[in-house]
């Protein structure tokens, strides 16, 4: 019976009926654990596969992972490392790794992957591609820069032996070898790289197609990390008017790309269309769901900077106020983010002439960050650099003499 409640869960779970699935694979190891020799066999592994797999798709990542362990503690006992089955399970535990966030331990099972295919497949098996992408992304994820685009690099290389030059799926690793250089800080070879995408991109793909979006917005923020801002508002823009002929599905990248656009602004000094940009990324976030609130308080405390660029200290008072009380529901006591919502605080009263205010903001951010941080970190400085301006303020100037020195 045991293989015929397996089958059964496979075909509710393709159906997407997982908790139905969830019921059979259940009854499936029942029926195994009466049979002493089936405890240890690679069926009773593919059924604890298969429950990761719903987990996965459940965003129960945790849950996937203990399942995909199971799986992997009975077939690392019969299976050879290389056995298709064991790369999967391998496969699999990575990918859990990574939506857990846990890019060390995915990089590690990614690399068992290659290890297994390096013994079990030919060269050029397009198999490879696939994982030196991955480790690309996870390498990547641990600011890895020089070793994700390697990866990606290879990943591409394998891609070109089985697909034209000017194929789509060139363009998306063009794509991540851009993203790797942007946030590495090599700004040309990112607009070159995106460049390259989306020369490809719109020679295959309608004008409204998403993949240009994406393309355009990328450029949009190597542009304008270029001081590039008319080039990059043009892509911004373009990005934006492809996202709007679906709006339901893309509120996320609209939001993203009114962000850049606010950042855009800030960078060449136009606070107030600053600010305006925000609020539109602001008003987007909040009627999310569900709301994120680790980027609603990035808002908030961007939104807020403007405000202060402007001397529109109770504005800002305002918004940091928000990113507040919201890290305060979310947050424990000591966490850092809070000490940094303080000092913001403190920074607006200040600007508001409350300085005593400001001064007990302080010490609540101080409090917390000393707790955390190395003397020398540059958020401590920070913190520090703000009491000797209040305390300057107040004409407390050995006060501030102490602290600054």
């Not at 362990?69 to 056995?83: E, F, T, V």
């Not at 106020?321 to 009263?349: E, T």
């Amino acid at each position: 019976m045991g293989p015929i409640y397996n089958n059964l869960g496979e075909n509710c779970r393709e159906q997407g009926d997982f908790e139905k699935a969830l019921a059979f694979y259940a009854k499936a190891l029942n029926t195994y654990q009466l049979d002493v020799d089936a405890l240890e066999s690679n069926e009773i592994g593919t059924i604890h596969n298969n429950i990761g797999l719903i987990y996965l798709a459940q965003h129960r990542y945790s849950e996937a992972l203990e399942s995909y362990q199971k799986s992997l503690s009975i077939r690392d006992n019969i299976l050879p490392a290389n056995h298709p089955d064991m790369m999967m399970t391998y496969n699999n535990i990575a990918t859990a790794f990574y939506e857990l966030e846990d890019y060390v331990k995915a990089t590690e099972f990614y690399s068992k992957v290659l290890f297994s295919q390096q013994h079990s497949l030919p060269y050029d098996h397009p198999d490879f591609g696939r994982t030196y992408n991955n480790l690309g992304t996870t390498c990547h994820k641990e600011g890895k820069f020089s070793e994700a685009i390697e990866w990606y690099e290879k990943s591409l290389e394998n891609l070109l032996k089985f697909l034209p030059n000017d194929h789509p799926d060139i363009a998306r690793y063009y794509n991540n070898i851009g993203t790797v250089y942007l946030d590495s800080g090599e700004y040309t070879r990112a607009a070159e790289s995106y460049s390259k995408a989306l020369e490809i991109r719109e020679k295959f793909f309608l004008p409204t197609h998403p993949d240009l979006a994406i393309t355009y917005h990328n450029l949009g923020s190597t542009y304008c990390e270029e001081d590039k801002f008319e080039e990059a508002l043009e892509m911004y823009e373009k990005a934006v008017n492809i996202w709007m002929n679906d709006l339901a599905n893309n509120q996320n990248a609209i939001a993203n790309t009114y962000y850049g656009i606010s950042l855009l602004y800030n960078r060449c000094g136009k606070y107030d269309k600053q600010v305006e940009f925000v609020d539109k990324t602001l008003k987007i976030q909040l009627n999310s769901k569900p709301l994120d609130y680790a980027k609603i308080t990035r808002i908030y405390d961007t939104l807020g900077g403007a405000f202060m660029k402007q001397n529109k200290f109770k504005e800002a008072f305002d918004a940091y106020k928000n990113a507040l009380d919201i890290r305060s529901n979310v947050l424990p006591l000591d966490h850092s983010d809070k000490a940094r919502s303080y000092n913001h605080l403190a920074q607006a009263c200040s600007g508001l002439g409350n300085n005593p205010d400001a001064i007990q903001y302080l010490d609540k951010a101080l409090s917390i960050q000393l707790q955390l941080l190395p003397s020398s970190s540059v958020d401590l400085s920070d913190i520090y650099n703000t009491f000797g301006t209040v305390y300057f303020r107040e004409k407390k100037f050995q006060e501030a003499l102490n602290i600054i020195v």
